[in-house]
């Protein structure tokens, strides 16, 4: 089976492409611009611009993918909100070119979406109406209402908050952010009042495989199974490595006054998932330690 994973220069899609093609797929990855890591074995590079909607249309003529795994975005809520006109491009645009490009072979689409397109009052479940509060979230609900009107065999898939190891060529996620302001002895300052539940990659690429494997269709959820608070988040790693927690300091979310609304209470519920897909995501501190592990 062939796998196109959009985005593989970013953080989840360069995890995506070592983990599934770890598993036996042969994976074609696209992203802008020269590749930034060692392609694994079985692995592919295509720089392709999504804008560009030719450039598309010629690597899936190339590549014929069986499935395609579009992670690639303007993932930055702030970058959205200051840049709203290059947000529709590539993360409205940039779908649309990718639908059009799949319409003439039978592929099976997966979307990564964001629990970004909800409001308050989470966790959420796949049937709530979404109510984005910023830029990005309508952006990514454009795309997702793109998706489903295509007529396309395609799955939307809403992580939140995703972490993991830290490979070389790629940014640092949270943790990773964390960790090394500890390290150097910096205070840091986390708040306290945003509820989440984080995915760890690991357990995406899970799931993401069963939807491949079983050729689900619709809307998934694959979020942690813990809902923390980011402050949560940085003292538990302070205690997974051993590092200084007294530099952490709690804040409410109105100490950073930022351009961009975001959730109080966002997360989002897993129970189709684990009905459906069998999903079994680590708890937030098992997963810390898996992370732990694979750094020694
Ligand atoms: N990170 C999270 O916590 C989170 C949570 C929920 C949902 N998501 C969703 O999950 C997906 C992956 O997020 P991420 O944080 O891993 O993203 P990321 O690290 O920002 O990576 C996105 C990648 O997409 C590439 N890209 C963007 N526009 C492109 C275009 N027009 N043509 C070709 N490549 C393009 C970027 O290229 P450059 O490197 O050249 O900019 C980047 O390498 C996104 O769809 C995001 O909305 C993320």
Known sequence: MKIMITGVNGFTGQHLFRILAGKGFEVHGISRGPVRFALPERGFYHPVELTNVRTVIDCFDLV????????????????????????LLQNVEATRHLLEASR????HFIYFSTDFIFGEHGPH??????????????SKWKAEQLVEASG???TIVRPVFIYG??????RPSFIQWVKQQLQTGKPIQVVTDQLRTPTYVNDLAMGLQQIITYQRQGVYHLAGKDIVSPCEMAFAVADVWGLDATLIEPVTADVFPEPVRR??????????????????PLSFREALQEIHAAET
């Open 104 to 107: 003439p072979h039978p592929v």
């Open 165 to 170: 190891n830290q490979y070389p060529g790629m």
């Open 152 to 154: 396309i065999t395609a």
């Open 64 to 87: 014929k993918p069986d499935v395609v795994i579009h992670t690639a975005a303007m993932s930055k809520p702030d970058e959205c909100h200051q840049n709203p006109q290059a947000c």
């Open 125 to 138: 479940s796949e049937d709530d109406l979404p109510a984005p509060l910023n830029f990005y979230g309508e």
């Open 263 to 280: 959730a109080k209470q966002s997360g989002l519920q897993i129970q189709k998932a684990v009905r459906e897909l069998s999903y079994q």
